[in-house]
């Protein structure tokens, strides 16, 4: 069942009912976010409200601290981390010497 709602635009988040009283799945549905950013999709997300009301302020703002999101000032971010370098499956190619 679903969880959460990012709402259009990715500021605005709503907890849905099968969220609201289980602790558990609101972390998973949370932590699920940064798949988004995993995907490429976006480079980061921005959640300013929480079922309409500021995310500073919200009951939520500590399950979005422990899933990852920084307060930021235009409310709480989560942004992709440094690309993981992949190991070559070829070998690499020898300096070239610049002709003269």
Not at 64 to 76: I, K, P
């Amino acid at each position: 069942a679903a969880a959460v709602y990012l709402e259009r635009g990715g500021t605005s988040l709503v907890i849905l009912p099968a969220a609201a009283d289980d602790a558990v799945a609101l972390g998973l549905a949370l932590r699920s976010l940064a798949d988004l950013l995993a995907d490429g999709r976006v480079r980061e997300l921005v959640i300013g409200k929480v079922d309409g009301e500021a995310v500073a302020s919200s009951p939520y703002r500590d399950a979005l601290v422990e899933a990852g999101f920084a307060q930021g000032y235009r409310g709480y971010v989560l942004r992709s981390g440094p690309p993981v370098p992949q190991e070559r499956t070829y070998p690499r190619p020898s300096p070239v010497r610049p002709l003269r």
